[in-house]
């Protein structure tokens, strides 16, 4: 696919029905990826839906979905913006019909059960069904008993029996064949009755059959049940945007309409505990709106005129009216909630292990029942005993299990995080970042609120301070760099009219140059005066007392002699100091990285408790992602953390990219994980929730091989040749059920997390 421009490749995502188990999402898998034009495959069976990246030109969608059908399973129309709805409408259903046809089983499976099993027991069952002297309607009862139980459970056939002469048996085919059997057996013994062989009422197991498909139905649901809670992050997101909003027309008029119909441009009216229902700019009115859905802090936040409004949020105080600038998956609610879907349909590396494993594990599964019940017979047991071990073996075997273990712990976690407002994009990027050891963070921005402050200006030869700070403003005027605008804003605060600068250029890394009434005027560090072959001796004392009082100081030439500096000083985030206090602590390294010269780094350093060793000054926009490389060359997982456009290099450079939400939308889309409260202490959440999620589905991994290691030798009657017990199938059918149901129970308990320091 490398030879495909990358406008050509498309994503998609086709939900899918009929999966039951790891075997089927690995067979999906495997039908869809031997396709020519798919470059990328992933089929999650927690979320039951595919992602296909895929060439247009080499293959239609069409195609995709025809091979999903031939390999057993339905592919659905795929995902549209109100798919979400859709799809949980479609859940719901087949939760309803998953129960109604458990309690069916359930009716018929319990009389089935008294009337095979009670006479062992003692209890009384009627006499026209006796064993002893009535064989045969004994067995025809437990017969007629067990039709409805199989009509409840055909899908086992259906599915099982489809997929098996595919050539890629599931957990269906286990369930299908065992089950089987036991009725095959028990109609061959119900003949030998009609023959007058009335001692084959003791050899009947239709109850195995009908019990076994009960208690499979039973854990089906409660796993479908615990697999609907694990996407209740997404639920709670879907639910904040209001169905409706109110517009003011052209005429002035309040105009009740559904928020699908708002257009880019519209005004809209929000009073207090409303809220917002798109993404807007205020225009009139001030109020503090609680943003904790988007940021996990519950502090409202204040607005007034030209502040942005998010959908979602709620207006707390006052009335506002605003101009609003996205819609529908525009809105940032929209792409938080596709971010959180995608990240849990994907999948994690260690998923990996498992996908491989339940390719082989059914087959291998079928043989050891085979295996087992055939030297059983060898050895001369009774063909019930046989039977017995044949069927345990098929039934207690349990792909389901490791089929879940990592994707249902991945959509908790990723939805916990959206939760603390942390938005991790993939699955790998939450198994990554919890093997950090080292995370680099960009100064201004991050570790700065990145809104620096004017602090002093001091003016050399015969020009004024004043004068000075008037043509600085000039030049910085047609800047977009923080420390510039913070310049021009002290001027136009003490009224300075500006000169009117001409041929502006900005030197990447360097500073600025303006021609201001025919003198050439340069702004910026010692590079910039190396550049132009400037002495900056006699302003080298004021720069590294400025430095060293953690301000950012500044050139300043005039015709190609020093003229004066001047020094900007940016304001650290309340949390910065305590973040890094908590990574420390955790025996995480930190490194600042900046553009700022050596002392003014230190001096932020000092205030922040990073040492010296761990400061990268003067650092420019284009090496920054080299400093990650080489950080990483010396064997350190480097977590980047950064905010702005020159950041974005390095995040992606990085193990794992954190994004600050209040920067930009490349430094966004570049990182792997979005920290969308804008505070430092979030670094610590998501590396302290990666490593709560990754040690949560290596419980579930182990428990789930731990389960099939033991419980297989067990079913093929290993206990047994040490005089222990024979597993009764239904036994067998029971743990079965429970461990997928256990599963998904230990991924929920992810949904109880806190950070260790709240």
């Known amino acids: 696919m490398s030879e495909n421009n990358n406008k050509q490749i498309r994503d998609i995502i086709i939900p899918i029905e009929g999966m039951t188990c790891a075997a089927c999402s690995r067979a999906v898998e495997k039908a869809i990826e031997k396709l020519d034009g798919v470059s990328e495959v992933s089929v999650n069976l927690a979320t039951n839906k595919a992602k296909v990246q895929y060439d247009p030109d080499r293959i239609r969608l069409s195609q995709i979905k025809e091979s999903i059908d031939k390999a057993g399973y339905k592919a659905l129309d795929i995902e549209s913006e109100k798919q979400g709805d859709t799809d949980r409408e479609r859940r719901d259903r087949e939760l309803k019909t998953m129960w109604t046809k458990f309690i069916v089983s359930l009716i018929f499976a319990v009389p089935l059960f008294y009337i095979s099993m009670g006479h062992m027991i003692g209890l009384p069952i009627p006499a026209i069904i006796d064993p002893e002297h009535h064989p045969m309607s004994f067995a025809l009862v437990q017969f007629l008993l067990t039709l409805p139980i199989i009509a409840a459970g055909n899908r086992f056939y259906t599915v099982g029996f489809s997929t098996l002469f595919r050539g890629s048996p599931n957990m269906d085919s286990l369930v299908a064949i065992g089950t089987s059997s036991a009725l095959i057996y028990s ?12 001692e084959y009422a003791m050899q009947l197991y239709f109850e195995s059959a009908g ?63 409303e809220r917002i229902p798109v993404d807007g700019k205020v225009i009139d009115g001030y109020t503090t709106i609680d943003e ?132 991790i994009k993939s699955g790998t990027a939450l198994e990554t970042a919890h093997v950090i050891d080292t995370v680099v963070l960009d100064k201004t921005g991050t570790i700065t609120k990145g809104e620096p402050e004017f602090k002093e200006i001091v ?64 702004v910026g560090n010692a590079k910039l005066m190396d550049m132009y072959n400037i002495s900056v001796d006699k302003g080298q004392g004021d720069i590294e007392r400025l430095a060293n009082k953690g301000e950012t100081p500044m050139y300043i030439a005039i015709d190609s002699s ?123 959440t998501a590396i302290e929730l990666s490593d709560k999620t990754i040690v949560n589905i290596k419980q579930n991994l182990f428990w789930a091989f731990a389960y099939n290691t033991i419980g297989i030798p067990i079913a093929a009657g290993v206990l047994y040749i040490f005089g222990g017990p024979l597993l009764n199938p239904m036994i067998a059918a029971a743990a079965m059920a429970l461990s997928s149901v256990s599963v998904v129970t230990n991924a929920l308990r992810l949904r109880s997390f806190k950070p260790s320091y709240k």
């Open 459 to 522: 003016a050399y030869d015969e020009i004024d301070e004043d004068e000075l700070l008037k043509i600085v403003a000039s030049a910085e005027y047609s800047s977009e760099h923080p420390l510039g605008q913070a310049i021009v804003k002290e001027a136009q605060d003490r009224g300075y009219d500006l000169y009117n600068a001409q041929g502006f250029e900005a030197i990447p890394g360097h500073g600025i140059k303006v021609i201001i009434d025919d003198r050439e005027v340069l």
């Open 562 to 684: 020093l003229a004066g500096v001047i020094s900007v000083a940016d304001v650290l985030k309340p949390n910065s100091k305590r973040a890094i206090d908590v990574l420390h602590r955790s025996g995480i390294r930190v490194i600042m990285i900046t553009g700022d010269n050596e002392a003014t780094a230190r001096a932020i350093g000092d205030q922040v408790g990073i040492p010296k060793e761990d400061i990268l000054a003067e650092v420019l926009p284009p090496d920054k992602a080299e400093n990650i490389k080489m950080l990483q060359d010396k064997g350190l997982k480097v977590a980047m953390v950064g905010d702005g456009i020159n950041d974005a290099p390095a995040l992606v450079q990085a193990n794992v990219g954190m994004a600050i939400a209040s920067g930009t939308d490349i430094a966004m889309e570049s990182a792997d994980i979005v920290l969308m409260g804008n505070d430092l202490m979030d670094v610590y």
């Open 211 to 273: 019990i076994i498909i009960t208690l499979v139905m039973l854990g089906k649901t409660l796993e479908e049940v615990a697999k609907g809670k694990t996407s209740e992050a997404i639920k709670k997101l879907m639910g904040l945007t209001p169905k409706e909003a109110t517009v003011i027309d052209e005429e002035g008029r309040e105009v009740i309409i559904p928020v699908t119909d708002v257009e880019v441009g519209d005004v809209i009216l929000v009073r207090p505990g």
């Open 187 to 198: 109609i061959y013994a119900m003949f030998m009755i009609g023959e007058g062989h009335s």
């Open 292 to 423: 904790s859905m988007l940021t996990g802090e519950s502090i409202p936040v204040d607005k007034g005129i030209g502040d942005i409004v998010v959908g979602g949020s709620i207006n707390k105080t006052g009335t506002i009216k605003f101009k609003t600038t996205q819609v529908g998956s525009d809105t940032v609610l929209a792409q938080i909630i596709q971010m959180v879907e995608d990240a849990q349909g994907s999948k994690a590396p260690i998923a990996r292990m498992a996908d491989v494993i339940s390719g082989y594990f059914v087959p291998a599964v079928v043989i050891v029942a085979i295996v087992a019940a055939v030297l059983w017979a060898i050895s001369g047991k009774p063909i019930g005993f046989v039977l017995k071990v044949f069927i345990s073996v098929l039934v207690i075997a349990c792909p389901c299990a490791l089929g879940l273990a990592t994707p249902t712990a991945i959509m908790v976690g990723t939805g916990r995080g959206a939760e603390h407002g942390i938005l």
